[in-house]
Antibody
């Protein structure tokens, strides 16, 4: 069974960079899109972006100028960087696998990690 | 701007009753729609993909239909564990989620 686990600081100061890592276990990273999704009570679920195992990326236009997603398949990890954060970036951040084979969709999710932006 | 809307916002039903949830897209998304279930403190769980295909281990009481702009998720007979929030999500124009429908115990 594939498992994903987010890790990183739970508190980030305004204007600084939010950095999270997702560790994948129980399966290969090949042939999947590795995704970050965040959730807030105000805006709901928001797709941030994804990275393919080859390194190809796609980002949500709403955060594209501030976001970088990278991958290290040798460590079975992918990471999120979000610069110049504000309180609007306070959210639960999920790392998620996006499959495009027999099942097409966000099929495995991490448990999520709360990130609060505050001074 | 592409928008997904869900109705109703809240559905109050008793165990054993049928739940019918609606999702509407502001533009046609063919059949590129998924449904998720989320319980408090848990991540969303994929129930349905491509409008009507059940994901692994999803009980047969969950069914879905639709294409274009109008989609429906039906739970034929609510079990206690089905009371949760349900989201639709489209993948025709990048990825967006609907605001959710809360199914609560009446």
């Amino acid at each position: 069974q594939v498992q994903l686990q987010e890790s990183g600081p739970g508190l980030v100061k305004p204007s600084e960079t939010l950095s999270l890592t997702c560790t994948v276990s129980g399966g290969s990273m090949n042939d999947y899109y590795w995704t970050w999704i965040r959730q807030t009570p105000e805006k709901g679920l928001e797709w941030i972006g994804y990275i393919y195992h080859s390194g190809y990326t796609m980002y949500n236009p709403s955060v594209k100028s501030r976001v970088t997603i990278s991958i290290d398949t040798s460590k079975s990890q992918f990471s999120l960087g979000l610069t110049s954060v504000t309180t609007a970036d306070t959210a639960v951040y999920y790392c998620v696998r996006y499959a495009v084979d027999v099942v097409t969709g966000f099929d495995f999710w991490g448990r999520g990690t709360q990130v609060t932006v505050s001074s | 701007e592409f928008v997904l809307t869900q109705s109703p916002a809240t559905l109050s039903l008793s165990p054993g009753e049928r739940a019918i949830l609606s999702c509407r897209a502001s533009q046609s998304i063919d059949r590129y729609l998924a449904w998720f279930q989320q319980k408090p403190g848990q991540p969303p769980r994929l129930l349905i993909y491509d409008a009507s295909s059940r994901a692994s281990d999803v009980p047969a009481r969950f069914s879905a239909s639709g294409s274009g702009t109008d989609f429906t998720l039906t739970i034929t007979s609510l079990e206690p564990e089905d009371f949760a929030v349900y989201y639709c999500q489209q993948r025709r124009f990048l990825f967006t989620f609907g605001p959710g429908t809360r199914v609560e115990i009446k």
